[in-house]
């Protein structure tokens, strides 16, 4: 099992630019979250899917959208990236009634110049 | 109150020693806790769940005070490889749903 993967793992955007942050787990978890960690900050929650089909915000859901493609996979999509959004990202998943353990990719490393 | 309140750190502290972090909360319904180790430039990863009083594995205890609202880890003998930051977790409502707040951490260092 790869757990939970992330794409890409650097990188480095000017201010305005999009991208899409990808994520995917083979645990069959039901629950997804997306993870900002910024330094003196901690985890700070951006979005997060309780199940397929259905997304929320978290704490920090402003210049963000997400996409739960389908129970593996969930994105997160910067439309005009700021400098305030250079950060590490992480994705994580956990299972229904367990949702307080959580798995966590590797994370993506975004700079916004 | 801050909702997850942990102690920065650092902690240094020399092989072998013992070593205990503190994480107060606020939500009194909280009735399960979370400490996750995160290494440099690495992933957060889940290392004692505490759903009751406390929770022992290996070298590493959790234990959970109801009454002034707090957790701690404790770890004895403490290993070079114990150096990572420790992150307290809470959940966001009481029971079993909601989402997790993380502390900021606590930065451990062991050294030789």
């Known amino acids: 099992n790869a757990g939970v993967t992330q794409t890409p793992k650097f990188q480095v955007l000017k201010t305005g630019q999009s991208m899409t942050l990808q994520c995917a787990q083979d645990m069959n978890h039901n629950s997804m979250y997306w993870y900002r960690q910024d330094p003196g900050m901690g985890l700070r929650l951006i979005y997060y899917s309780a199940s397929e089909g259905t997304t929320d915000k978290g704490e920090v859901p402003n210049g963000y959208n997400v996409s739960r493609l389908n129970k593996r996979e969930f994105s997160l999509r910067l439309e005009s990236a700021a400098p305030s959004q250079t950060s590490v990202y992480f994705c994580?998943?956990?299972?229904?009634?367990?949702?307080?353990?959580?798995?966590f990719g590797p994370g993506t490393r975004l700079t916004v110049t | 109150r801050k909702e997850v309140e942990q102690d920065p750190g650092p902690f240094n502290v020399p092989e072998g020693a013992t070593v205990a972090f503190n994480c107060t909360y606020s939500n009194s319904a909280s009735q399960s806790f979370f400490w996750y180790r995160q290494d440099c430039r690495k992933e957060p990863k889940l290392l004692m769940s505490v759903y009751s009083s406390g929770n022992e594995d290996g070298r590493f205890t959790a234990q959970l005070n109801r009454a002034s609202q707090y957790i701690s880890l404790l770890i004895r003998d403490s290993k070079l490889s114990d150096s990572a930051t420790y992150l307290c977790a809470v959940p966001t409502y009481g029971g079993s749903q909601g989402n997790l707040i993380f502390g900021k951490g606590t930065k451990l260092s062991v050294k030789p």
């Open positions: 994580a998943s956990s299972e229904i009634g367990h949702s307080y353990e959580q798995y």
